[in-house]
């Protein structure tokens, strides 16, 4: 049982180019999130996705983009990216978006912009 | 605004009991979380509670009081492989779940 995979492990970018970090799931959850980690931080939503075909912004969705074409993946995409992305993703998923469930984290995806 | 506190950093002794606070100020409560995190490596889910009292799970419980915003981890007979950090997450009223900076805990022999 893989859970969630995310992809690349790690990452070292330019500054102005473009990525995508890649995250899967096969637990059929309907939800999907994107957070960034960084020290002295709480985890902060980028975007979400309650089902397939829909998601949302979080907290801190400037510079990103998502898509969720089908339920098991989410990919994240900084079309431009800047060296204040520089950071530790992490992709979760959960059954649905009521209060009671609980999310499922991928290994992150350490990403250095320079 | 939507806020979480929690000590940054606490240590204890292997086989002792230790008690990690959360405080939160959110827009509505629909439950509040803890995880665990080793460094490194990603959260995972460690307790949920919804209303008020102890949840108890082993070594660890949790407790819950709505009326003072205030939420507690505490974990018994500690073991080297309790140091991690304690992440304490609250679900606001739009259902999206607020994250605390965490707490480190360093166990010491």
């Known amino acids: 049982i893989a859970g969630i995979t995310q992809a690349p492990t790690s990452q070292i970018l330019a500054a102005g180019r473009r990525m995508t970090l890649r995250c899967t799931q096969d637990?059929?959850?309907?939800?999907m999130y994107w957070y960034r980690q960084d020290l002295g931080l709480g985890l902060r939503l980028i975007h979400y996705?309650?089902?397939?075909?829909?998601?949302g912004k979080g907290e801190v969705p400037d510079g990103y983009s998502v898509s969720r074409a089908n339920t098991d993946d989410f990919p994240l995409t900084l079309a431009s990216a800047v060296p204040s992305q520089t950071s530790v993703y992490f992709c979760?998923?959960?059954?649905?978006?009521?209060?009671?469930?609980?999310?499922?984290f991928g290994p992150g995806t350490r990403l250095t912009v320079l | 605004g939507q806020n979480i506190d929690q000590p940054t950093e606490m240590t204890a002794t292997e086989g002792a009991i230790v008690q990690i606070n959360c405080t939160y100020q959110?827009?509505?409560?629909?439950?509040l979380f803890w995880y665990q995190q080793h460094a490194g490596e990603a959260p995972t889910f460690l307790s949920y509670?919804?209303l008020d009292g102890l949840e108890e799970k082993g070594r660890f419980s949790s407790f819950l009081s709505r009326s003072k915003g205030y939420s507690y981890l505490l974990l018994k007979e500690l073991q080297m492989k309790d140091s991690a950090s304690y992440l304490c997450?609250?679900?606001?009223?739009?259902?999206?779940?607020?994250w605390g900076a965490g707490t480190k805990l360093i166990i010491k022999p």
């Open positions: 979760a998923s959960s059954d649905g978006h009521r209060s009671t469930d609980t999310q499922y």
């Open positions: 637990m059929r959850h309907n939800a």
């Open positions: 996705s309650n089902t397939a075909g829909t998601t």
């Open positions: 959110t827009s509505g409560f629909n439950g």
């Open positions: 509670n919804v």
């Open positions: 997450a609250v679900t606001d009223s739009n259902y999206q779940l607020i």
